[in-house]
């Protein structure tokens, strides 16, 4: 079965450090993927996501992902991390076709201190 | 807000108990999206509509759940005799039909069975 694994489940940062995700999925074909951010007590929102093109793709808030085709990867990274980006972070992917629906990773929690 | 509403937030019932819960989608969205979030893992599709069709349904949906979406408008997840495992985080999304489209998630309906 296709699945997705986020091997980092908690990440504690001091401001101003890099951020590195990992993100692997299991599925030969071809896929569409996702990060989704959830900070306290609000909703999972998009930041960003890859379909086609580029593997380099840019996000919200100064965050962007590689799409590595031969390692099945697609690790989010941001280059200096604030506070304000304490949130869990879940990596998906879907599969296209008629349902669309998304495989979430176990997602990592990060927190930032200042 | 437009973006995707559920009620209530939060509901506790008894084991043994029914519980309704209610998702509003994005008005202009045609697909809508159970999920189940449990302590410690990303969310799980749960079903699927594409307007009023219920499209698919994950083998996590047991028989004593079940969805409606009744005019392809909001939607509605039921279950009948809560078990303690019923307990978790029920999220509702929506999107607009297509394989490179965004999903908009909801808050969440957080079920205690105690």
């Known amino acids: 079965a296709q699945s997705v694994s986020q091997h980092n489940h908690h990440v504690i940062l001091s401001e101003a450090a890099s951020l590195e995700l990992g993100c692997n999925y299991s599925?030969?074909?071809?896929?569409?993927l996702f990060w989704y951010v959830q900070y306290p007590g609000q909703h999972l929102q998009l930041l960003l996501k890859?379909?086609?093109?580029?593997?380099l793709v840019k996000g919200i808030k100064g965050f962007e992902a590689e799409f590595i085709k031969s390692k099945f990867s697609f690790n989010l990274r941001k280059p200096s991390v604030q506070w304000s980006d304490t949130a869990e972070y879940f990596c998906?992917?879907?599969?296209?076709?008629?349902?669309?629906?998304?495989?979430f990773g176990t997602g990592t929690l990060l927190a930032v201190q200042p | 807000d437009t973006g995707v509403s559920q009620d209530p937030r939060h509901k506790i019932t008894k084991r043994g108990q029914n519980v309704t819960f209610r998702c509003d989608p994005i008005?202009?969205?045609?697909?809508l999206y159970w999920y189940r979030q449990t302590l410690g893992q990303g969310p799980e599709f749960l079903t699927y509509?594409?307007?009023?069709?219920?499209?698919?349904k994950s083998r996590l949906l047991s028989d004593r759940f079940s969805a409606e979406r009744p005019k392809g408008s909001f939607s509605t997840l039921e279950i009948q005799r809560t078990e303690q495992g019923d307990s978790a985080m029920y999220l509702c999304?929506?999107?607009?039909?297509?394989?490179?489209?965004?999903?908009?998630f909801g808050q969440g309906t957080r079920l205690t069975v105690v």
């Open positions: 599925y030969g074909g071809t896929v569409n």
């Open positions: 008005s202009e969205h045609n697909r």
């Open positions: 509509f594409q307007n009023e069709a219920q499209l698919e």
């Open positions: 999304a929506s999107s607009l039909a297509g394989a490179t489209t965004e999903a908009f």
């Open positions: 890859y379909f086609s093109g580029d593997p």
């Open positions: 998906a992917v879907n599969l296209g076709g008629a349902t669309n629906k998304l495989i």
